[in-house]
Structures are given as structure tokens and as C-alpha cells.
């Protein structure tokens, strides 16, 4: 101190300011002294009121999920398809149950084994009189199940059989026990969990994976749980291995008791009536406190010399600066600071300046608020992660919602040009929407989700008439505009919760595939079980491909006609039917392009389609597109007819012999690597593919025409082994031999 005085002034800022510095320090570093004291003394009592609460929050969270495995039980205890199944059962059996119901039932019990947070391994429906469970896999005899598949020493199948006492209560737990599960031969600590309900039929046993549970909420490392029943039976322990005496005695009020150098916790459940017993032997405690000794000593030496050494440099840095900017803030707001240290100059020179950045980034930020906050909205739907304290300034509404999506589609061909167009086009579109909504529902927010795509979030309890009529309205105002565009609305259901934005527009999204093809504006509401449709049959496909590259344009016209047919008698949607044309119009572009036919009407990404809406536009276009590469593909093949021909007749007359590429190279007087290349550049194929082709339809037609033997028609065209046939038969048809000619029969 006095090598202190000597070298500054007593009333200097940089003494002063150090020893307020070295104040500080004795001031915390005292209280670090008497808290480490005041530590040492008590930890030992805040360990126990750690474990205290380690416990209680295990008793809280086992409470919670015990609560919630009676009310799933017992909702599936009184399911109106259980019932069922069980009075089918007691009218003819097994024989009379309707399985449709079991899948039902089924799905249910599998929600409930898929939720990782309720740690159910199985649930089981046990049908006693009628001796047959309902599980997770579907419907087993109850010897078959407790003696096969869910084996335990302490639950054997005559355990099962009687019926046990549960003194009236809905929910009995049992002792947790090691089950041999099937057919994994897994070993697995399961808690069963047997409801009763008096003259119910059935009952439902659950089994709780306790291991997966107590991984997820134990204690403090060293310890071990107990959970008894009412009459103090043990129902699980975290550590079965573990050598246990008799538990002291617990008077059911004291919240902890020290016995022979063991402490014990205990707990009562309100809601279950479970004793929780967390036993920690007494040197994990003292290996807790020495551990934590040693770290506050260590962090105490550090922190003293950091804050010394600290203390120094800060004082000398600031002082002379900070004396010299103080006696400039008295000047004008120009010359604030004027001084050698480059830094502080820069935020003298910037504070005049930063009121005046503070008012225009205020009407900035009020300009681009909405922005954020669509954009806010659009990273909820999307699930993208934001910073939440960013968000937290963003005004979004909460309550119950619903989402109402617009999908437009312009009937256009598209263009770069035309699209910054369509985006605008669009915007003016959400301005009508927003307009309309905003006016029924003064809390909505609409936004923009890209040029096709128009999201309205609709704040209400339910689906109200003020919405049917606003929406109804929309229809009706753009429905005088089909012709340029076509507008599908889809409805989500009401959502309690923002933090299920995601959830609803995914519903939403799901709704907008429900369109069907018409020209008008469509509402859809509720989401329709549809089943899936194809215009093709994988035989029709195979057809449909090789007329095309025959350039038979009659016999593909008549297969589109037939598909188109199939899908409107089924009720195809606008994307099946899209889906449909546009996979049938990829066939025929990528057929010219195997026979390098250039045709530039066919380049055009999805023109033939822009402006098609219902089945008879998408026939039209198809049929259009199919006219000219047919017309393509039979001028190409007239180019090269002699040679192709030639090898054609060659295969059709010799289709029982051994053909080789090597054989019809000599006959041609070519070289076989040439002509392989020179079939595959005329027609698209290769040699082998034309071979088998052939002898698979002349194959078809001995099927169909004969009762010839399969071994001995795959020998007439030329195959010797019969197993090669059937699987080349099976390749290019989708179905066997036997099995076509069965399906010709049947048909005919």
C-alpha cells in the first residue's frame, strides 16, 4: 500500500478505484470464507433435502404417468369395438368376431405401446371366458400367450386363470418381474397393471417397462428405489441384485430416516397409493461433500488472483481514458472526446449520431414488423427453429385457431416471364382473401406462403357460419376468373394451441389433395377416406410400352381410353389424375428419346398439361401428344425397316431354335458388336429384350389357345429350361405362366 501512495495521489481514480476493487474482493472473498464454513456445516442437510426433492419429483412424475395409464386403460376398458368383440365372441366364437373391429382395436393398443413417454411394452385385452387375448400383434390363445410368448416364473399361466381379489379398485398394480418375451428371447423387468371392472367380461392387462421408466426420472447416482403397495409388498426395486435387510420402521410421517449408516427416504403417493422408498448408502453422501470441498476451494484461489490481477489492469486501462471522455462529454455534441486511444474517440465521434439511428431504425423496425411477423407465422408452419427471444417480441395472437390454405393453380403455360407476373398476381389474390377473412374474423392473419400457395390464420372456437359464408364468398368471386385460375381451399380442424401451428398446416396440406378434377373453386372441410388408384395395370403399362415403340397409336389410344375410364368410375382426385398423365406423357418423351427421335413440340416441360383440369382435357392433351410421337416413332421405323424387319421375321420363324446376335451378324454379314448397336440406336431396345419379347407373346398366346403344358410351351419358343421361362414370363407380364392363363380363362 505504501509503494501504492508513493506512486499515485490518495485521491487519484486510479487508487481509488483499485482499492474500491480490492474491497470487493475482501468482501466476497469473506463471504466465500463464510460460506464455505456455512457449507461445510450444512451440507449435509442440503443433501438431504436434494435427495428430498430428487424423490418427490420421481413420485410426482410416477403419479403423473400412473394417472395417465388408468385413464388410457380405462378408456379402453369401456371402447364400444372391446364390447363388441367380446358379444360376437359370446354368440359363435372366434368364428364370429368381426376382425375390421380387431384392426381397430389393434391400432389403438399399438398408439399406446408407440408412445415412448407412457413405457408400456404391451397391452393386452384378456377375453377369460372365451381363453384368448387381444394384443399389440393381434389375437392369441392365453396359454399359448403366458406359456410361449410372455414367460415369467412369478406369472405363470395358471396365475393368470383365477380371477384375482382387487378389493374394488379399478387399477391394480403387481409386483414387477423379469418376462421372457418372444420370439426375441429378451429379457425385460415388466410392472403388470390389471384393471377390474365388476361383471366385465374381459379385462386389461398392461405391462410397464420399468427399466425404460426409471432410466428416465432416477435419482441421485448411488441410489436405489423402492416402490411398495399399500401393504408394503415390494413392487419394484431399481437394483434387484442388491442384498436389502428389513426396511425400518416408517411411522408415515417422518420424511427421512438414518439406519445403520443408510439413509432412507420415503414418500406416499396420493393418487396411488404407492410407498416410494429411496435408499443412499452413507459414504455416496460423504463422497458428495468431499468432492464438492475440494471444487469450492479451488474455485475460490482461482477467482481471488483473477480478481486481483484483474482489479490492476482494469483500474490502469480506464482511468486515464475515461477521465479524459467525462471532461468531454461537457462540450458540444461534435467534440465530445478528443483523445490518442482510438476507440474512445469512435464512440464519442458516434454518440451524437446515435439518437438520430435509434429514431430511424424505431420506424424501420415499424415498417418491416408485419414482414417479421408473417415471416414469424411461416417458420411456425414450417417447424423452423427461430431464436425465441427474437420471436417473443413478434405479436402472435394465441387461443384456438384454425388454418384455411389457398392452392392456386394458373392455367398457363409457364415461363420465367410469366411467373414474376403469376407472383404478383398472386399478391393482389391474398389482398382479396385478406380483405374478406379479416372482415368475419378481425384477428385473422393471412400470408403468403409462395406464388401458389395463400395461408389465412382464422382465430375461433369452432367451424361458425361467418366462415362457411366468407369462404363461400371467395368461391364466388374467383370463380368468375376460372378460366384464368382455379382455387382449392382446405379447412383444417380447430386447434387449442399456437404450438401446434405445424400440426395444423400439415392437416391442411393433407385436405388440398382431396381436390377432384372440375373447373371450379373447391372448399374442402373433412378429410375423405379415398383409396388409391392407378390408370395403369403393371401388364397395361408393359402394353402400353410396347405398342408405343411399335408406333401403334390405335392400340395405345385404346389403353388410355380404358385407363381413363378406370379412373373416373373410381372417383380419381385432381393430383391421382395429374399423377396419371403426367407419368403416361414422361413414358412417351423418354420412348423418343431411346429411338433419338428429335421433336421439339415434345421438349416442353409439362406444356401439354398446363392448361388441363379435367379427365376429358388430360385425354385430349395425351391423346394429342401420343398422335405425333406416333406418327415420329413409324416414320423413324420406316427409315429402317429392311434390317429390322428382316431380324423380326427372322426371330417369328425361328422362335423354337437357339438364336444368337452371333447367328444373325452372319446371316447380315455384319459384325455382332455393330448390329447389337444398331438395334438398340433403331428402336431403343436391345437384342435380347426383342427375343424374349417374341417368344413371351407367342408364349401368351399358346397359354391362352392351348392346354399345352407350361414346360412345353416355354420349349416350343425356345427356352430349354423351364424355370429361365417362368421367370422371364413373370418379368415382362407381372404374374407366372399358370397364373395368366388362369386369369384369361376367368375373364373369358
Same mark, same amino acid.
Given at each position: ?17 483499485? /482499492? ?84 381397430? /382395436? ?6 399406446? #405401446? ?50 384375482? %381379489? ?47 421408466? +426409471? ?85 475460490? $484461489? ?65 415498417? #418491416?414488423?408485419?414482414?417479421? !411477423? ?65 372482415? $368475419? ?18 382465430? !375461433? ?22 378460366? !384464368? ?19 395444423? +398446416? ?68 385432381? %393430383? ?145 429350361? #423351364? ?26
Amino acid at each position: 500500500m505504501q509503494w501504492l501512495t508513493s506512486r499515485f495521489s490518495v485521491h487519484s481514480l486510479f487508487f481509488k478505484m483499485l /482499492v474500491y476493487f480490492l474491497i470487493v474482493i475482501s468482501l466476497l472473498s469473506s463471504y466465500n470464507i463464510w460460506s464455505m464454513t456455512f457449507y461445510t456445516r450444512n451440507v449435509h442437510n442440503e443433501i438431504v433435502k436434494y435427495n428430498l426433492t430428487l424423490i418427490r419429483n420421481t413420485v410426482d412424475s410416477f403419479e403423473k404417468q400412473y394417472t395417465t395409464w388408468k385413464s388410457l386403460l380405462l378408456s379402453l376398458q369401456h371402447d364400444e369395438f372391446v364390447g363388441n368383440i367380446s358379444r360376437q365372441a359370446d354368440k359363435g366364437g372366434k368364428q364370429a368376431i368381426d376382425y375390421l373391429q380387431v384392426d381397430l /382395436v389393434m391400432d389403438q393398443i399399438r398408439t399406446l #405401446v408407440t408412445q415412448p413417454f407412457y413405457h408400456l411394452q404391451n397391452v393386452m385385452i384378456y377375453y377369460r371366458s372365451h381363453s384368448f387375448l387381444l394384443e399389440l400383434d393381434g389375437m392369441v390363445d392365453d396359454d399359448r400367450m403366458f406359456r410361449h410368448y410372455y414367460v415369467s416364473e412369478a406369472y405363470p399361466y395358471e396365475f393368470w386363470l383365477k380371477e384375482a %381379489d382387487r378389493s374394488g379398485a379399478f387399477l391394480q398394480a403387481l409386483p414387477s418381474s423379469s418376462f421372457t418375451i418372444e420370439p426375441k428371447s429378451s429379457e425385460v423387468e415388466l410392472l403388470p397393471l390389471v384393471s377390474h371392472v365388476p361383471g366385465s367380461p374381459w379385462e386389461i392387462i398392461a405391462f410397464v417397462n420399468m427399466k425404460s421408466w +426409471y432410466e428416465s426420472y432416477k435419482g441421485m447416482a448411488g441410489s436405489r428405489l423402492l416402490l411398495l403397495d399399500q401393504d408394503g409388498t415390494p413392487l419394484f426395486q431399481s437394483d434387484p441384485s442388491a442384498k436389502d435387510g428389513q426396511l425400518p420402521a416408517w411411522n408415515g410421517k417422518s420424511e427421512w430416516i438414518k439406519d445403520k449408516g443408510t439413509y432412507y427416504f420415503f414418500e406416499k403417493g396420493d393418487r396411488s397409493g404407492l410407498t416410494y422408498v429411496s435408499i443412499i448408502p452413507h459414504n455416496e453422501l460423504n463422497r458428495s461433500i468431499s468432492r464438492m470441498n475440494w471444487i469450492a476451494v479451488l474455485l475460490f $484461489a482461482a477467482t481471488l488472483l483473477i480478481g486481483t490481477v484483474a482489479s490492476w489492469f482494469f483500474t490502469r486501462n480506464i482511468n486515464q481514458p475515461l477521465k479524459r471522455m467525462i471532461t468531454g462529454l461537457g462540450k458540444t455534441e461534435q467534440h465530445l472526446y478528443e483523445g490518442t486511444i482510438s476507440e474512445f474517440n469512435a464512440i464519442a465521434s458516434h454518440l451524437q449520431g446515435l439518437h438520430h439511428e435509434r429514431k430511424e431504425i424505431k420506424a424501420w423496425m415499424d415498417q #418491416v414488423k408485419p414482414l417479421l !411477423t408473417s415471416y414469424h407465422y411461416m417458420a411456425r408452419f414450417k417447424n423452423i427453429n427461430i431464436d425465441e427471444a427474437a420471436a417473443a417480441e413478434l405479436p402472435v395472437s394465441e387461443g384456438a385457431f384454425m388454418i384455411v390454405v389457398f392452392q392456386l393453380r394458373y392455367r398457363h403455360t409457364p415461363s420465367e416471364r410469366l411467373e414474376d407476373m403469376l407472383t404478383k398476381a398472386t399478391g393482389k389474390i391474398k389482398e382479396i382473401i385478406s380483405l374478406q377473412v379479416q372482415e $368475419a374474423f378481425p384477428l385473422s392473419h393471412t400470408l403468403q406462403m409462395d406464388s401458389r400457395e395463400i395461408l389465412s390464420i382464422v382465430y !375461433t372456437q369452432e367451424r361458425s357460419e361467418r366462415l362457411l359464408a366468407c369462404l363461400n364468398e371467395l368461391k364466388r368471386i374467383f370463380d368468375h376468373d376460372q378460366g !384464368t385460375y382455379l382455387i382449392t381451399i382446405a379447412v383444417s380442424s380447430v386447434f387449442q394451441h399456437t404450438s401446434h401451428f405445424d400440426q395444423a +398446416y400439415a392437416e391442411a396440406m393433407s385436405l388440398l389433395l382431396q381436390a377432384m378434377p372440375l373447373e371450379e373453386t373447391q372448399i374442402i372441410w373433412e378429410k375423405a377416406l379415398r383409396e388409391e388408384v392407378s390408370g395403369f395395370t403393371a401388364e397395361q403399362e408393359h402394353e402400353f410400352y410396347v405398342n408405343l415403340q411399335a408406333g401403334n397409336e390405335s392400340s395405345c389410344q385404346e389403353l388410355l381410353d380404358r385407363a381413363f375410364d378406370s379412373l373416373h368410375r373410381r372417383g380419381a382426385t385432381a %393430383d391421382q389424375l395429374h399423377q396419371f398423365a403426367h407419368a403416361v406423357l414422361s413414358r412417351i418423351r423418354k420412348t423418343m428419346d431411346l429411338l433419338n427421335i428429335e421433336s421439339s413440340p415434345l421438349q416442353s416441360d409439362h406444356q401439354p398439361l398446363a392448361h388441363c383440369v379435367t379427365p376429358e382435357h388430360y385425354q385430349q392433351a395425351l391423346l394429342s401428344e401420343l398422335a405425333r410421337a406416333a406418327e415420329a416413332i413409324r416414320r423413324k421405323r420406316e427409315e429402317n425397316y429392311d434390317i429390322i424387319q428382316f431380324i423380326a421375321q427372322f426371330m417369328e420363324n425361328h422362335i423354337s431354335e437357339e438364336i444368337s446376335l452371333e447367328l444373325l451378324a452372319d446371316k447380315l454379314n455384319m459384325s455382332p458388336t455393330y448390329l447389337s448397336g444398331y438395334i438398340k440406336e433403331k428402336t431403343g431396345s436391345n437384342f435380347s429384350d426383342h427375343l424374349h419379347a417374341i417368344r413371351i407373346r407367342k408364349a401368351k398366346e399358346l397359354l391362352v389357345t392351348t392346354n399345352m403344358p407350361v414346360q412345353e410351351v416355354g420349349a416350343q419358343i425356345g427356352y430349354r429350361n #423351364v424355370t429361365s421361362f417362368i421367370r422371364m414370363f413373370k418379368k415382362l407380364t407381372g404374374q407366372p405362366p399358370g397364373d395368366y392363363r388362369k386369369t384369361h380363362w376367368i375373364r373369358n
